[in-house]
């Protein structure tokens, strides 16, 4: 086998522009993120109408909610940086 048809994981990873450990987890990030709102995750982030409910720290309505909706992708990406 000649070298170019040994890519491997990280030559891939490369040659679609995902080379460095930052640009894999805000892709990772931005990914969850866009199916975890279409599936309307986390559960306690959404009203009965599938609206954001608002931070508590930060309003006074009564459906506040103390999880915001982006720990889910921010955990993702987390986790793919330290990977």
Request: proline share 6%.
């Amino acid at each position: 086998m000649d070298e170019a048809e040994e890519i491997g994981v990280r030559g891939a990873l490369v040659a679609l522009g995902l080379g460095t450990p930052l640009k894999r987890a805000f892709v990772a990030g931005v990914l969850v993120g866009i199916i975890a709102f279409t599936a309307g995750l986390p559960k306690s982030a959404f009203t009965e109408a599938g609206e954001l409910r608002p931070q508590r720290g930060l309003s006074n309505d009564p459906q506040a909610t103390d999880y915001h909706f982006l720990a889910v992708p921010l955990s993702a990406a987390l986790i793919t940086y330290l990977i």
